[in-house]
């Protein structure tokens, strides 16, 4: 079966640096546009920044000059790299794809608005 796996979340001090990947695995045929969202405490899911497939980003005003993301098609990844990290970045931070096929046998199958379990992001001193 087809998973996301997130990893490279934890504790860092505020002004810090993380880095976070998220790898698909399975039969992937392809992948369209793929994305990092955060949750904190008590509040909706939100998205923190989008890459396509041709690489074509997009950030929340938020992150803006402090993140960035970027992919690697062949492996099926996704990274966020987070510098100047501040207290509120603090959340559980979620790989998603927008839209994904993979073989299941010799079918095609389709996947869509598929998420990673989270890994937790805590930015306190």
């Known amino acids: 079966q087809v998973q996301l796996v997130e990893s490279g979340g934890g504790l860092v001090q505020p002004g810090g640096s993380l880095g976070l990947s998220c790898a698909a695995s399975g039969s992937i045929f392809s992948i369209n546009a793929m994305g990092w969202y955060r949750q904190a405490p008590g509040k909706q899911r939100e998205l923190v920044a989008s890459i396509t497939s041709g690489g074509s980003t997009n950030y929340s005003d938020s992150v803006k000059g402090r993140f960035t993301i970027s992919r690697d098609n062949a492996k099926n990844t996704v990274s966020l790299q987070m510098n100047s990290l501040k207290p509120e970045d603090t959340a559980v931070y979620y790989c998603?794809?927008?839209?994904?096929?993979?073989?299941?046998?010799?079918?095609?199958?389709?996947?869509?608005?598929?998420w990673g379990q989270g890994t937790q992001v805590t930015v306190s001193s």
């Open positions: 998603n794809a927008d839209r994904l096929s993979y073989y299941s046998g010799s079918f095609l199958t389709y996947l869509y608005n598929y």
